[in-house]
């Protein structure tokens, strides 16, 4: 805009012989010669060109809509528009009208006289080029032989040699399915179905090694505690959870036998004439001993304890009305159903809670239907009805620490400090396999992930009743004094 100033400027001062518009009204107003109109008219032709020259395009397109016409305009856009239709339908006649471009001119020859193919046919085709226009690889110098006419492998084994193989994976690959199945109630029948998946792997194990020549009959104890392993990491997925604490118990004493079968036997075999007898090959009385060891414990462990732990507590049944039970557990299963036998019982009043409804606890339900004894049963939220007048609580445990605190299930903690406040005796039953020696325990363990336990403090417990005798909390660290003193024996 200053250059088109300038330039007026310029203009104005040029010096010539006719004067301009202005002068010549100021100077003559009443008078004008016939050739004033031409001057001017020459002026300003001459700054249009001017303004022209240093305008830029958008400024001479909004100077050309203001000279033209309304009509004018719509004829522009109207033709403006046939233009690119007109564009648009030459472009898609010439796609239409022209053949596939590549495809059909680069198409190998099949023999069927096809030569037109799919864009995926052809793919295939410049890969199958690739691959054969590769250089040969060497044959291999191993026994695998590529076969390249029809591309598949030939291997050659030896039918002579034997092959590795744990004999008896499907039962203990079984117990973490059972429990997912709800199969395996509690600890207990977690504990006595792994005795029995062991004992079935152990003579399946001793068949297989008396048919190995080349087994070291001294190395026996070594073999099967490197044959367990990959079990018992199958049962902790690869130890990324802690076996129950009852279970370990029963782990670390099956391990402590096994490693005295590379022990020579302290006791010869005799026969009734007074001979001494031959010892088995492959060391199979050594396993017929670890089988009758594990027989052993199935049953004491369960079977002697649970009547020891129900003998014990015949006197407490004598004077108790009214019972009130937490959950499911197999050994109060057992004492409920020894204090309902006779003819008369003094036990009156069963109660069996769960912390929601139709839980584990209606196991006790369905095994006490048909006892003449009045049954209820619910949930925690009907806690303050069921202690009314209660007797005696009565659960189960998975495990008792050495400071005396016990593992529970979730929702005894609450039932244990009612008991306290209405001054009811709060009894944990418990065989002594289950004592360990720890003082925590975990948030989730092995093969029971999903049951959520907690920890009852020794403050709340009033007794636990075990196979030995019923003792306080306190005396947790003399059972397991007791039970290390007869390990070693």
């Not at 001017?50 to 109207?78: F, H, P, Y």
Request: with cysteine; hydrophobic share 35%.
């Amino acid at each position: 805009m200053t250059r088109k100033k300038t330039i007026e400027k310029k203009a104005q001062t040029v010096p010539s012989d006719e004067p301009t518009n202005n002068e010549a009204v100021a100077s003559e107003p009443s008078s004008s010669t016939p050739n004033e109109p031409e001057a001017t008219e020459q002026v300003s032709e001459l700054v249009n060109g001017v303004t022209n020259l240093s305008m830029t395009d958008k400024e001479r397109g909004e100077m050309d809509r203001q000279t033209k016409s309304k009509e004018q305009i719509k004829a522009e856009r109207e033709a403006k528009k046939a233009e690119k239709a007109n564009k648009k339908a030459n472009a898609t006649s010439k796609v239409v009208a022209s053949p596939a471009p590549q495809i059909q001119q680069h198409a190998p020859q099949i023999p069927n006289g096809q030569t037109l193919l799919s864009t995926t046919q052809v793919s295939k085709l410049e890969n199958k080029k690739d691959v054969t226009q590769k250089p040969p690889s060497p044959e291999p110098k191993s026994a695998i032989k590529k076969d390249t006419a029809r591309g598949n492998r030939e291997v050659q084994f030896d039918l002579n040699t034997t092959v590795l193989r744990t004999p008896s994976e499907e039962t203990i690959s079984d117990l973490p399915k059972m429990c997912e199945r709800g199969q395996v109630a509690d600890v207990d029948d977690l504990c006595e179905e792994f005795l029995g998946a062991f004992i079935k792997f152990i003579s399946d194990w001793g068949a297989e090694r008396l048919h190995n020549s080349d087994a070291d009959p001294t190395a026996l104890g070594f073999d099967l505690d490197l044959a367990i392993r990959p079990q018992l990491g199958y049962l902790t997925e690869d130890g990324r959870w802690p076996l129950p604490y009852a279970l370990g118990n029963l782990v670390r004493q099956l391990k402590r036998e096994i490693k005295r079968l590379d022990e020579p036997c302290k006791h010869a075999h005799t026969k009734e004439d007074g001979t001494v007898a031959a010892e088995l090959p492959g060391g199979c009385d050594k396993l017929k001993e670890l089988e009758e060891w594990l027989e052993e414990a199935r049953y004491s462990c369960f079977e002697l304890a649970t009547n020891s732990i129900s003998t014990h507590l015949m006197q407490k049944r004598k004077f108790s009305k009214k019972i009130v039970t937490f959950d499911w557990c197999r050994v109060v299963n057992r004492i409920l159903l020894d204090s309902l036998v006779g003819e008369d019982p003094d036990l009156k009043h069963i109660v069996v809670l769960d912390q929601q409804l139709n839980g584990r606890g209606v196991r006790h339900m369905d095994t006490l239907l048909d006892k003449n004894v009045k049954l209820d049963y619910g949930d925690l939220r009907s806690l303050s009805v069921a202690l009314h007048k209660c007797s005696i609580v009565l659960i189960g445990c998975s495990a008792v620490l050495s400071n005396g605190c016990v593992a529970v299930p979730k929702g005894s903690l609450s039932i244990a400090l009612s008991a306290q406040a209405n001054n009811i005796p709060f009894m944990v039953c418990a065989q002594t396999f289950k004592f360990v020696d720890k003082v925590q325990t975990y948030g989730r363990m092995a093969l029971l992930g999903r049951e959520n336990m907690e920890l009852v403090p020794s403050s709340l417990i009033t007794a636990i009743v075990t196979d030995i005798r019923i003792v306080p909390p306190s005396s947790a660290p003399a059972i397991l004094k007791a039970k290390a003193l007869e390990s070693q024996n």
